[in-house]
């Protein structure tokens, strides 16, 4: 039975965690440093990040990092109890609310923020990307209004003030959130419900009542510069920071392009020949 639910490890550190979501395949491609987290620190070792592994179930991504908004340690399924973690002093994120501000939307009550970052530097590619998947509490029939959202906020490590979210619903510039992807039809809303993934019933992976499908984050970079990345999830729209909400992130896919020229082959009559 225990094998139908994902498990969490939460003997890792924040510079191991980000090692393994980088993955060793990555390696000698991309440098990181300075990882620090901010959030609340719940004690006993139910704290707010961890490290994520499907376990057998039919979780979509195998194992990564998950941030959540309330205690990791309840992730897991199965989905029959409501996560509602709150802290009267678990502030939210300046950083998230200048997105959703830039975003035009809704700026009120942006609390129990979870946030990871870190420096890294791409030496092989000039694109990276990495998918994810956000699940939450908020996924429920009469939803309309509790949004909680997350960003990945990246910019060049020397730039002390622009930050362009990448975590966006496809093809737009909207960020994700609770909202915004969604199986509810709400009234001047676009839930972009082809790419909710599904509700969860009791016995499922996880404990959270409904999830988006495998996305994508994207971004174009510079090879051989520093960059600052900032992975951040907050409750939102709520007064009370309830209906909590993780992000999940596939380990090994923080990976990008890499230009190997042009195609050697027959047909084009410039194979690569022995020796060369």
């Given at each position: 039975?225990?094998a139908?639910?994902?498990?969490?490890?939460?003997?890792l550190?924040?510079?191991?965690?980000?090692?393994?979501f980088?993955?060793?395949?990555?390696a000698s491609?991309?440098?990181?440093?300075?990882?620090?987290?901010?959030?609340?620190?719940?004690?006993?070792?139910k704290?707010?990040y961890?490290?994520f592994?499907?376990?057998g179930?039919?979780?979509e991504?195998?194992?990564g990092?998950?941030l959540?908004?309330?205690?990791?340690?309840l992730?897991?399924?199965?989905n029959?109890?409501?996560q509602?973690?709150?802290?009267?002093n678990?502030?939210?994120?300046?950083?998230?609310?200048?997105?959703?501000?830039?975003?035009?939307?809704?700026t009120?009550?942006?609390?129990?923020?979870?946030?990871?970052?870190?420096?890294?530097t791409?030496?092989?590619?000039?694109?990276?990307?990495f998918d994810?998947?956000?699940?939450?509490?908020?996924?429920?029939?009469?939803n309309?209004?509790?949004?909680?959202?997350?960003?990945?906020?990246?910019?060049?490590?020397?730039?002390?003030e622009?930050?362009?979210?990448?975590?966006?619903?496809?093809?737009?510039?909207?960020?994700?959130t609770?909202?915004?992807?969604?199986?509810?039809?709400?009234?001047g809303?676009?839930?972009?419900?082809?790419?909710?993934g599904?509700?969860?019933?009791?016995?499922t992976?996880?404990?959270?009542?409904?999830?988006?499908k495998?996305?994508k984050?994207?971004a174009?970079?510079?090879k051989?510069?520093?960059?600052?990345?900032?992975?951040?999830?907050?409750?939102?729209g709520?007064?009370?920071?309830?209906?909590?909400?993780a992000?999940?992130?596939?380990?090994?896919?923080?990976?990008?392009n890499?230009?190997?020229g042009?195609?050697r082959?027959?047909?084009?009559?410039n194979?690569?020949?022995?020796?060369?």
């Amino acid at each position: 039975a225990k094998a139908q639910y994902i498990n969490v490890d939460t003997s890792l550190t924040a510079d191991q965690l980000v090692q393994k979501f980088i993955g060793l395949q990555n390696a000698s491609c991309i440098a990181v440093e300075n990882v620090k987290v901010s959030g609340q620190n719940f004690g006993n070792k139910k704290i707010r990040y961890d490290y994520f592994y499907k376990n057998g179930s039919g979780f979509e991504l195998e194992e990564g990092i998950v941030l959540s908004t309330g205690k990791v340690s309840l992730a897991p399924g199965p989905n029959n109890n409501l996560q509602s973690e709150y802290y009267t002093n678990w502030d939210g994120d300046i950083d998230l609310v200048e997105m959703l501000m830039t975003a035009g939307m809704n700026t009120d009550n942006v609390l129990n923020a979870t946030s990871m970052e870190f420096d890294f530097t791409s030496y092989q590619s000039d694109v990276i990307s990495f998918d994810y998947m956000f699940l939450s509490e908020e996924y429920r029939s009469s939803n309309c209004y509790y949004s909680d959202v997350f960003a990945f906020l990246i910019k060049k490590a020397d730039d002390t003030e622009y930050y362009r979210n990448i975590a966006l619903v496809p093809g737009t510039n909207i960020p994700v959130t609770s909202t915004t992807i969604s199986g509810v039809d709400c009234e001047g809303q676009d839930g972009h419900p082809e790419y909710f993934g599904s509700y969860n019933g009791t016995n499922t992976p996880t404990n959270f009542n409904g999830q988006t499908k495998v996305l994508k984050a994207i971004a174009n970079v510079e090879k051989g510069v520093k960059y600052h990345i900032k992975l951040v999830i907050a409750d939102h729209g709520d007064r009370n920071g309830i209906y909590d909400s993780a992000v999940f992130l596939k380990s090994g896919s923080f990976t990008g392009n890499i230009d190997l020229g042009n195609d050697r082959t027959l047909a084009s009559s410039n194979p690569l020949c022995a020796d060369e």
